[in-house]
């Protein structure tokens, strides 16, 4: 297996407080709408950017908001990560996998761009 992505969770007690990221990111201009469209389909999330500099901000949202929701109203982060193919190593990382095998795959993961972000704060909800 070849790490493609992972998380690092760490919490105060049971909330949140911080997020270690590296997962790959797509985005593409949207025509209609002159926005910047990313996708973040290892959290099965899409969000915008209004301009190249908006982009940081539109993915830390994104996965901070994916967090409040799970938190919030579904079985936790961790679990509902699972849910989506990630595995869960040790003390709250969390990797997403792929094998060397499926070259689509691979090949599909080397067209995104890497957001990497070692210490994500998590803002109050």
Known sequence: MTNRANITISREG???SSLSVAVPVWMK???RENLLSIQLPLFGLETVAKNE??????IEE???SFCIITEKFGRGAEKELEALGWK???DGTIKYD???SDFLLERMF????NYVNQHLKMRAA
């Open 110 to 113: 080397g067209t995104g761009d």
């Open 53 to 58: 500099k908006d982009v940081v901000n539109a």
């Open 29 to 31: 201009w949207n025509d």
């Open 14 to 16: 049971s909330k949140i």
């Open 98 to 100: 792929i094998s060397e």
């Open 88 to 90: 869960t190593i040790d």
């Open 62 to 64: 994104a996965i901070i």
